[in-house]
């Protein structure tokens, strides 16, 4: 088997980097939640802290790939124009059920 065989592809790659991510994230919450209960974590402001990993969490999970981009089916070149933004994937932000939903067009 040669190296291009043993290569993940980009997607599969992206997944392997949003499930790092997440494990990271799953560490760094139970530690921050330790912190907060803490003698030392008293003057932290848990609502603020709280508030960014709840939306940290939430923008990983919609980020992930999770269909193949439609253009796919027709023979279409994915570009940064593209829902998919050049990936070839959607993310679960615009999939529900299994088929594209519209979006409002925000990216970050
Ligand atoms: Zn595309």
């Known amino acids: ?31 921050v939640r330790r912190l907060l209960k803490s003698e030392f974590g008293k003057h932290l402001h848990k609502d603020s802290i709280m508030s960014c990993l709840h939306n940290f969490k939430n923008e990983l999970m919609w980020g992930y790939p999770s269909m193949a981009c439609p253009h796919a089916f027709a023979n279409k070149k994915h570009e940064d124009t593209c829902q998919c933004k050049g990936t070839g994937f959607l993310p679960r932000s615009q999939v529900k059920d299994g088929k594209r939903v519209a979006t409002n067009g925000s990216s970050s």
């Open 1 to 31: 088997m040669d190296n291009e065989e043993e290569k993940l592809s980009p997607a599969d790659e992206a997944m392997v980097d949003f499930d790092s991510v997440n494990n990271t994230y799953a560490l760094l919450s139970l530690q």
